[in-house]
């Protein structure tokens, strides 16, 4: 098993530029997450996704977009890229309320 | 709502002395107890975890930690710790209740163990 796998690992974007970053997740955990790391604030919830075609906001959605087609993958989709978007982003999935997976990050600058 | 505080953003530590991270919740219905662990440029890992049952529970790389519900805390403690224990300690909350998978992390804890 690769567990969580997400691209890229870096991405330097202009301001208002739009990208997509990938997660995948080969376990069949049905619920998945998106959260974005900053300096001293630990993890804030961005979307989250209880099965495919279910996707629900988290604590900080604005700016992002997010589908969930399959039970595998889980894309995060920025528009209009600002720099207050700069951070680390990490996915995570589930198979119930218990522990969560964590991939290993996209480090994403907005310049 | 739930929420998470971590009274001790930084903690250093000589090698071989005992630690203990501090963890504080509020919770307005039953919950389950996280800490995850974040060594430098990597994702996070499970360290340990209370769903229910005995209160001390025991994690990888020798940590422990304790429920406290009447206290509303679940501090994280390690005997003595070694150089590799350097990294950042998330403390992380998710409420019993119907619909809702969420996590609420606190804002962690830099743990640097010195020679």
């Known amino acids: 098993n690769a567990g969580v796998t997400q691209t890229p690992k870096f991405r330097i974007l202009k301001i208002g530029q739009s990208m997509t970053l990938q997660c995948t997740q080969d376990m069949n955990h049905n619920y998945m997450y998106w959260y974005r790391q900053d300096p001293g604030m630990g993890l804030k919830l961005i979307y989250y996704?209880?099965?495919?075609?279910?996707?629900d906001k988290g604590e900080v959605p604005n700016g992002y977009n997010v589908s969930r087609s399959t039970t595998e993958d889980f894309p995060l989709r920025l528009e209009l890229a600002a720099p207050s978007q700069t951070s680390v982003y990490f996915c995570a999935s589930s198979p119930t309320l218990d522990e969560q997976y964590f991939g290993p990050g996209t480090r994403l600058t907005v310049t | 709502a739930q929420s998470v505080t971590q009274l001790d953003s930084q903690v250093p530590v000589f090698e071989e002395a005992p630690v203990e991270l501090r963890c504080n919740y509020s919770s307005s219905v039953s919950v389950y107890l996280f800490w995850y662990v974040q060594y430098p440029n990597q994702g996070l890992q499970l360290l340990l975890k209370?769903?229910?049952?005995?209160?001390l529970v025991k994690g990888i790389n020798g940590f422990e930690a304790e429920f406290n519900k009447s206290q509303t805390s679940f501090h994280l403690r390690k005997p003595s710790v070694h150089i590799s224990d350097t990294a950042e300690y998330f403390c992380a909350v998710s409420e019993i209740q119907g619909g809702s998978e969420k996590l609420v992390f606190g804002k962690g804890t830099k743990l640097t163990v010195n020679p």
């Open positions: 996704s209880v099965g495919a075609g279910i996707t």
């Open positions: 209370y769903l229910s049952g005995s209160t």
